[in-house]
């Protein structure tokens, strides 16, 4: 392909600038480790122009109706879909992903962007029956104002492509904060934005020092409604951060995905589905399968097929038109797991295949797949983010259900089974926001996605979706 990669700048009232003081921040690509460009570094006076931008453009575009809203909407998604292939391109350069899972998310986007649209025009409010005579009580749905949204660099335009989509439907404003790991990608979602007509100041771009940007945001009057998906620990810090200043909030943090498969499931389904999820973005998502609690009669069965999938995984760049797992985004990713895998094989653990990087250039790393690990070990407590499947037995569906519910994470859960009765138990005690049984079933538009416990609370998906984005107001007269 001939694209090239761009240098990424701030967006601010509706134009493309360098950031105030000049200073850039370098971009690598992580299947090469060569820098293939930079992104611009804000500093206060940026951050400060942002906020009276966001100012203006809410203005705007609160007042504008909710019909054309949708209508610019579609445009963007339009004007998303015609980009496709470049935007892709951009996005398993700065992050690594396999070309045909970049541009499967760059649909997704259009997708959220499409629902979003049509969502934003059915914010109904509500007559409420008066007591007395004469009296009319409604409800109506306004914007809640300024949004300040924080995006990780696993899914750099569906993840952003969610919060942006939201806020423009509801008429609100939206600076949006992504990982400076994968700007190119949000800024293409961005200038799709802007090319469909987008009022200047509706949504703006910032890049630059991430406590300084949030600092800043969460506690600026002006802003009230802070969304943020990433990790645990900087969630219950921006969540504080929020709480002193009374901002409404949607965490959509780390996850544990614990996938229980009875002895009456069918296996071989069951595994080849789940490994193919589970070295999807070689490994860095959410809502990866991570523990695999496999009744004992069939554990062996269900292993012997999961290795058997994972070795048919091609490994490489994903501008490699064969590869199906790219590198890891980062090299802190290739310590960390290194560092997990390690301690788990000390507590006991069994090394089935992989567990080791690739080569001595890029973040490459063999899919890897433990057995018998015991609950000690900190892999079995701590997100490993990476393509690492543990398979672990048990005897009996409330030793499963124990060990899925033990840790302080509740995102995504997974459950394989024939039996209603069983889909029904684990459907009402698992403690999770999500659950798939017998597929994976998740992160649809339509669809809520969210966490419970450590992994967040709020939705990004579904009709709940835009309500984090409006205020009730009563009003009642007579």
Not at 63 to 85: F, G, N, P, Q, V
Not at 187 to 196: E, I, P, Q, S, T
Not at 313 to 338: F, W
Request: a neutral charge.
């Amino acid at each position: 392909m001939s694209h090239t990669y761009p240098n990424v700048q701030l967006h601010i009232g509706g134009e493309w600038s360098s950031a105030s003081g000049g200073e850039t921040i370098p971009i690598l690509d992580p299947a090469t480790d060569e820098q293939i460009g930079t992104v611009a570094r804000a500093a206060r006076p940026d951050l400060e122009r942002a906020v009276e931008a966001a100012r203006q453009g809410l203005r705007t575009w609160s007042a504008t109706s909710a019909y054309d809203r949708s209508k610019l909407m579609h445009a963007a998604a339009a004007i998303l879909t015609e980009r496709a292939d470049r935007i892709a391109w951009i996005m398993t350069r700065e992050q690594g992903k396999p070309l045909a899972q970049s541009k499967a998310e760059v649909m997704g986007a259009v997708d959220s962007i499409l629902w979003f649209a049509e969502e934003g025009r059915r914010a109904y409010g509500q007559v409420i029956p008066p007591r007395s005579p004469g009296v009319t009580q409604m409800t109506v749905k306004l914007p809640v104002g300024i949004v300040a949204a924080f995006t990780p660099w696993n899914f750099p335009i569906v993840q952003a492509s969610r919060k942006v989509a939201a806020a423009v439907a509801t008429g609100c404003s939206i600076i949006l904060k992504p990982s400076e790991e994968t700007p190119a990608s949000a800024a293409a979602l961005v200038d799709c934005f802007h090319a469909a007509g987008l009022p200047g100041g509706v949504v703006n771009l910032l890049y630059g020092v991430p406590s300084e940007i949030s600092g800043y945001l969460v506690a600026h009057p002006a802003v009230r409604k802070i969304t943020f998906t990433g990790s645990t620990a900087v969630g219950r810090q921006l969540a504080a951060l929020a709480g002193l200043h009374m901002k409404r909030t949607t965490m959509e943090l780390g996850g544990h995905a614990p996938v229980i498969v009875a002895e009456d499931a069918d296996i071989d389904d069951a595994a080849a589905l789940m490994a193919g999820h589970k070295y999807r973005n070689a490994g860095q998502i959410c809502i990866a399968p991570t523990r695999f609690l496999v009744q004992a009669r069939v554990a062996d069965r269900f292993t012997e097929r999961f290795v058997a999938t994972a070795r048919g995984v091609t490994v490489g760049n994903g501008l490699d038109t064969t590869t199906t797992m790219g590198p890891l985004a980062n090299k802190r990713r290739i310590s960390a797991l290194e560092e997990l895998l390690a301690n788990a094989l000390e507590e006991g653990g069994k090394l089935l295949m992989g567990g080791r990087r690739i080569g001595n250039k890029g973040n490459f790393f063999e899919p890897t797949v433990l057995t018998d690990v015991p609950v000690t070990a900190r892999i079995m407590n701590e997100e490993p983010f990476g393509p690492v499947a543990i398979v672990n037995r048990f005897d009996h569906l409330d030793d499963a259900i124990a060990e899925a519910n033990r840790l302080p994470y509740g995102l995504a859960a997974y459950a394989f089974t024939r039996s209603d009765r069983t889909a029904t138990r684990l459907g009402l005690e698992v403690e999770t926001g999500m659950l798939g049984i017998n597929h994976h079933g998740l992160a649809l538009p339509e669809t809520p996605f969210g966490g419970v416990k450590d992994s967040g609370y709020g939705t990004e998906g579904g009709s709940q979706a835009i309500e984090a984005y409006l205020e009730t107001r009563f009003i009642t007269r007579c």
